[in-house]
């Protein structure tokens, strides 16, 4: 089993390489929590690279049905075919469309599955995936077939903590927390995006960005990735390191919330 170190453009902590090890030896899920723009999306696609396994993305909404993740039954699609013809509505396996773990588990060589932002589905949909993440295999009920992982993959479970999950889907989790970059690692993951920029810019820039995050009273303290596209706007104005002592222009890429903006434009 090859283990997990980050890659090139994705900065990794030893711990979080060790929830990558410990999910990976147990088989089951890992279920990441973090600050929005910490990277808990990526993960799932450094992990696919660096162990050369196809990734299925399951992007969950408010709407989302566990079923979802696993197979579709088109009923509309039999149900145009049995008006209008161009199909055999007789062969139900044809109107069957397999979801982001159906496909995973369909594949002759293990995947990564990310189950994205799942807190923010219902509050029964984690529990709908018990028996599934446990067994590893769900049932197509319109065929009274069991589908049954090939290989165990590798399930990443994002979340922004905006609901509580049910203690039994948390039994059956690997947990980790993404703790937000101090400055030395912050330093790493602005170097895998920009490594051509003046030292002094990343530098005024990143010490700015920290002094921004403790203003009391943020709504919405800036992230990672908003520091990533903030340099990257600076360096396409050519805003020097000097300019950001008295000013903090562009203040829109950091900012997201109408009255931080308001309190902190300078």
């Known amino acids: 089993m090859t283990s997990f170190q980050g890659t090139e453009?994705?900065?990794?902590?030893?711990?979080?390489n060790q929830a990558v090890s410990c999910a990976l030896v147990l088989g089951r899920p890992l279920l990441v929590k973090g600050e929005p723009g910490t990277g808990k999306t990526l993960?799932?696609?450094?992990?696919?690279?660096?162990?050369?396994?196809?990734?299925?993305?399951?992007?969950?909404k408010s709407t989302s049905k566990a079923q979802e993740g696993l197979y579709n039954y088109d009923v509309v699609a039999r149900l145009n075919d049995s008006r209008f013809g161009?199909?055999?509505?007789?062969?139900?396996?044809?109107?069957?469309?397999?979801g982001p773990l159906g496909l995973a588990f369909q594949k002759d060589c293990p995947a990564v599955v990310l189950v994205d932002e799942i807190d923010?589905?219902?509050?029964?949909?984690p529990n709908d995936l018990l028996r599934e993440l446990d067994e590893m295999a769900f049932t197509i009920t319109e065929l009274d077939e069991t589908v049954t992982a090939i290989h165990r993959p590798l399930v990443i479970i994002t979340s922004?903590?905006?609901?509580?999950?049910?203690d039994a889907f948390l039994r059956r989790c690997v947990f980790h927390f993404i703790d937000f970059p101090d400055p030395d690692r912050m330093r790493q993951i602005i170097d895998v995006h920009h490594p051509d920029l003046s030292e002094k810019l990343v530098e005024t820039a990143a010490a700015r960005f920290f002094q921004l995050r403790q203003e009391r009273g943020l709504r919405k303290r800036p992230s990672t990735?908003?520091?990533?596209?903030?340099?990257?706007?600076?360096?396409?104005?050519?805003?020097?390191?000097?300019?950001?002592?008295?000013?903090?222009?562009?203040?829109?890429?950091?900012?997201?919330?109408?009255?931080?903006l308001q309190r902190l434009a300078i």
């Open 9 to 16: 453009h994705y900065v990794s902590s030893d711990e979080l």
């Open 160 to 166: 922004n903590a905006e609901k509580e999950l049910p």
């Open 86 to 98: 161009g199909g055999d509505v007789h062969d139900l396996r044809s109107y069957i469309r397999m």
């Open 43 to 60: 993960l799932a696609s450094a992990i696919s690279e660096a162990l050369d396994r196809p990734l299925f993305r399951w992007h969950v």
């Open 120 to 125: 923010k589905a219902d509050p029964e949909f």
């Open 225 to 260: 990735s908003e520091l990533v596209d903030w340099l990257a706007v600076l360096a396409h104005h050519g805003v020097k390191a000097e300019d950001l002592a008295a000013a903090m222009p562009y203040l829109g890429t950091l900012l997201k919330d109408e009255r931080d």
